[in-house]
């Protein structure tokens, strides 16, 4: 017979009795209010941390969540995961929320609910490489580290210079960014810009054009499938700023390329502050073997009914690219099962050329991988497009020893430019200059 534990004899306590001797012996009439989402002995925040006032999610993009502080008067953040329907799949690794507390004042966030599950597996969307930012005005933001706690918790520590701050993962991109954008391009002569539909809720999707559209090459770049990974929004708008300035350089090349880019496939995600999926529950991209359902995922349907059609006019995408954010950085080369010589000899020309022209150096994914269902192995599949995902490491921007930012990332988009020029000048019957 074993002899009896102390944690055996422990359990047999009745749980409110303990409780109970405890509370009597120590006199904290808060204790109970200590577990968590235990409300019925409610607590004033001011008793725990009087210089916190309140989390505001009231603006564009901010993240869905709830918040309380702990007996230690650190703000707990419970972010609402992201489902995907008719899967086990759900996602958190999107924040942004504004904290409102008393200038001077110092505050201590955790972050809950990072549990995710991937492609049916177990995942965690942070690491201790996880950067955090923060900006007073939502438009300067500056990087602060943070640490893992209990392995799904994320903490930092944040100061406050006025009355509020906004914190969010990486720095954001909104729709009302995209819409500056447009306004400042649209009247450009070598611009077009074109309504291909709407999502869910009903916003509209459209495609860019930079360059003639009778250039002999054409490229395509996709932004923003995944709401919570701004960097390819930032990356199109460096691309596009930069090929619209006036110079010798961008003349040769939009006499090669013309690029056509759907800036914001999910829209409605973006504006609800959700990390992955459309408004039904969809992955933009998964699925991409088969023809979208219009109703569930009328962001992928409008876009294929594109790529159809561009087909039937006769001037096919050559290139098209998905741009992501994770937390490594790399070329996504998916290998489905027909002939992939010609493809994976095109994305290894691509690869080498972001290699000598950016400051990428992440590398590809190789051997046997694949992805099914994602959009680069639909579009070579489907269509006969040399497609691929290109990840963006959100946190670390190893070719530069910094950390991410709008800034950098509009860089590799401008350093893109020389990247397609060079990819189809190869391809071309043009002299070589
Ligand atoms: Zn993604």
């Given at each position: 017979m074993k002899p009896k534990s102390k944690t055996r004899w422990n359990s047999k306590i009745p749980t409110w009795l303990f409780l109970g001797f405890l509370q009597a012996a120590s006199g904290l009439d808060v204790l109970e209010n200590r577990l968590i989402g235990d409300v019925s002995k409610p607590v004033n925040p001011a008793e725990l941390n009087p210089?916190?006032?309140?989390?505001?999610?009231?603006?564009?993009?901010?993240?869905?969540?709830?918040?309380?502080?702990?007996?230690r008067g650190r703000i707990q953040i419970h972010l609402n995961y992201d489902l995907e329907r008719e899967s086990p799949n759900?996602?958190?690794?999107?924040?942004?929320?504004?904290l409102q507390a008393t200038p001077g004042s110092k505050h201590t966030i955790v972050l809950n609910n990072l549990n995710n599950v991937w492609n049916g597996k177990p995942g965690v969307p942070v690491s201790n490489r996880t950067i955090c930012k923060v900006s007073e005005d939502g438009r300067v933001w500056r990087t602060i580290e943070t640490e893992i706690e209990h392995l799904d918790q994320l903490v930092f520590e944040v100061e406050m210079r006025q009355s509020h701050l906004y914190i969010a993962h990486v720095e954001?991109?909104?729709?009302?960014?995209?819409?500056?954008?447009?306004?400042?391009?649209?009247?450009?002569?070598?611009?077009?810009?074109?309504?291909?539909?709407?999502?869910?809720?009903?916003?509209?999707?459209?495609?860019?054009?930079?360059?003639?559209?009778?250039?002999?090459?054409?490229?395509?770049?996709?932004?923003?499938?995944?709401?919570?990974?701004?960097?390819?929004?930032?990356?199109?708008?460096?691309?596009?700023?930069?090929?619209?300035?006036?110079?010798?350089?961008?003349?040769?090349?939009?006499?090669?390329?013309?690029?056509?880019?759907?800036?914001?496939?999910?829209k409605d995600g973006v504006a609800a502050g959700k990390t992955r999926f459309n408004m039904m529950g969809k992955d933009l991209n998964r699925n991409w073997d088969k023809p979208a359902d219009p109703a569930l995922c009328p962001e992928n349907h409008y876009l294929e009914k594109w790529f159809q059609s561009m087909i039937d006019q006769g001037t096919p995408i050559h290139m098209a690219m998905d741009l992501h954010n994770d937390q490594s950085g790399r070329i996504h080369v998916s290998r489905p099962n027909i002939d992939l010589d010609a493809y994976l000899d095109r994305m290894k020309r691509y690869e080498a050329l972001m290699r000598k022209h950016t400051w990428f150096t992440e590398g590809s994914t190789g051997g046997s991988f694949r992805n099914p269902g994602t959009i680069g192995e639909g579009l070579l599949e489907r269509y006969g497009i040399t497609a691929f995902v290109q990840e963006l490491n959100a946190n670390w921007i190893e070719g530069l020893q910094q950390h991410t930012s709008g800034k950098n990332w509009h860089l590799l988009g401008s350093q893109m430019r020389r990247v397609f020029f060079e990819f189809f000048l190869a391809e071309s019957n043009i002299p070589k200059p």
């Open positions: 210089n916190f006032h309140y989390i505001d999610t009231s603006f564009e993009n901010a993240s869905p969540l709830w918040y309380e502080l702990d007996e759900r996602a958190n690794g999107h924040w942004h929320f504004k954001p991109y909104r729709i009302s960014d995209l819409e500056i954008l447009k306004n400042q391009i649209t009247d450009h002569p070598l611009v077009d810009i074109r309504e291909i539909g709407s999502t869910v809720q009903g916003r509209s999707l459209e495609i860019i054009r930079v360059g003639k559209d009778t250039a002999p090459y054409r490229v395509f770049l996709r932004g923003r499938a995944h709401p919570w990974e701004p960097g390819g929004n930032w990356v199109i708008q460096g691309l596009i700023q930069s090929l619209l300035e006036e110079s010798s350089e961008n003349q040769t090349y939009l006499n090669l390329y013309a690029v056509y880019i759907l800036p914001m496939a999910n």
